[in-house]
């Protein structure tokens, strides 16, 4: 199996549910912060080395094809596939088949998620299926997995209670085998889906983080703003803003917090230039009962406010309190404080740096999509697979800030098009 390399991208349809809006304006071209919702998609597969693009359009597909023509002021190849308004998604897919590749990606063009193209790959490749598709956790779904990845259920209906997985596209599809499941044109994919799921056909990789999109007018101002731009820093606790205490121990009081000061000097110089920070830090020591949670809170509710002083804003702190051999989802390298801040915040934790000074550190960024920089011993990069390594590494957050900047304003592109 071959790494996808082309997008095709579903735009066509009516989007009745954000009339007026779509009244003049096909779905896809909804404007977040400005610009197309569809070019928010585009740019998020380009970022992955996606470039060479199909789009099915319908409903005012004019409008589309007179924005992106063919591509070439984002460096990109794009071909069209137009249908009447009443195809259905299947039909669609049909018609625009000699312009598919062997093996494509398809996506809505009103959703978007944190897509991990080499990991979905993965399980692609290992599971052989001719199609995966990611999934997000919602109740009430319509997938359910077997522990391989390989979807069991598939009711588009939502009617059965059990299922606590939606589809959210993002697919990988090998295009004959799908094909064969066509028993005519006249169909929409989702029953291609169903059929392909009784042959167990089709794989999914669950995205634990939230997925958005502009289907009706809330989701779509939570979107927007889900995608706005943001100066939101992610960074580690001990070891970062403050010195570790020896292996094994816990800063227990307040009195024993003592201040990185080079942290704290790029704190306030990265908080001149707008930029607010998010704490996430492991602390097994309340599992431990080496550390009382009243004792954590007195000592973030000091370290918020003497950085506040400083001009520096906490804007929010997630621990994880559980003891490793819980393997919980939150505890660093598992990537669920991230998921948490996303959600909270509204996050694109792709466009989202955190900063640590361990390799686990390194690794939860992987796990949750963001990028990092590591500080402090950066020997401990020497711990981690290619594809785990920070974007920079040095001894001293200050020796960083240029780097740091310079992946923000590269990351927030997207506005600048």
């Not at 020497?382 to 780097?403: D, W």
Request: with cysteine.
């Amino acid at each position: 199996m071959n790494r996808p390399k082309q997008v095709v991208i579903l735009c066509g349809g009516l989007g009745t549910r954000l009339l007026p809006y779509t009244k003049h304006l096909p779905k896809p071209m909804i404007s977040c912060n400005s610009q197309p919702f569809l070019l928010y998609l585009l740019n998020q597969m380009s970022d992955q080395g996606l470039r060479k693009f199909v789009l099915l359009t319908g409903y005012l597909g004019e409008s589309i094809k007179n924005y992106f023509g063919d591509g070439s002021e984002w460096g990109w190849s794009i071909q069209y596939s137009y249908g009447p308004i009443d195809w259905d998604t299947g039909k669609r897919i049909w018609e625009a088949r000699s312009k598919l590749d062997d093996c494509f990606m398809l996506l809505y063009s009103d959703n978007f998620a944190q897509f991990p193209l080499e990991k979905v790959f993965a399980l692609h490749k290992k599971n052989q299926t001719a199609l995966t598709f990611m999934a997000s956790p919602k109740y009430p779904g319509n997938v359910a997995l077997s522990e391989l990845g390989v979807v069991e259920k598939y009711n588009n209906s939502r009617s059965e209670t059990s299922l606590n997985l939606v589809e959210i596209g993002y697919m990988i599809i090998e295009k004959n085998r799908v094909l064969d499941f066509y028993q005519h044109s006249e169909c929409s994919f989702s029953s291609i889906l169903k059929r392909m799921v009784e042959s167990n056909e089709v794989s999914a990789w669950v995205q634990n983080d939230n997925y958005h999109s502009i289907s009706d007018p809330k989701r779509w101002r939570d979107t927007e703003e889900y995608l706005a731009n943001k100066k939101i820093i992610l960074i580690d606790r001990d070891g970062v803003i403050n010195k570790k205490s020896k292996q094994g121990e816990y800063i227990s009081n307040w009195n024993q917090f003592e201040w990185v000061s080079d942290t704290v000097e790029a704190m306030q110089n990265l908080a001149k230039k707008g930029f607010k920070f998010i704490v996430i830090t492991n602390q097994a020591g309340i599992a431990r009962n080496l550390l009382k949670s009243e004792e954590l809170e007195k000592i973030h509710t000091n370290m918020k406010k003497i950085l506040f002083g400083k001009g520096v804003e906490i804007i929010d702190i997630y621990f994880c309190p559980h003891h490793w051999e819980d393997k919980c989802y939150c505890r660093k390298p598992n990537p669920g404080m991230f998921h948490r801040a996303s959600h909270d915040w509204k996050l694109r934790l792709d466009k989202t740096l955190f900063i640590g000074d361990d390799y686990r550190d390194c690794q939860a960024s992987y796990n949750a999509g963001c990028k990092s920089v590591l500080i402090g011993d950066i020997n401990q990069s020497e711990k981690l697979l290619a594809y785990e390594q920070p974007i920079y590494k040095n001894t001293r957050l200050t020796e960083c800030m240029p780097t740091i900047i310079k992946f923000f304003n590269s990351g927030n592109k997207d506005d600048n098009n």
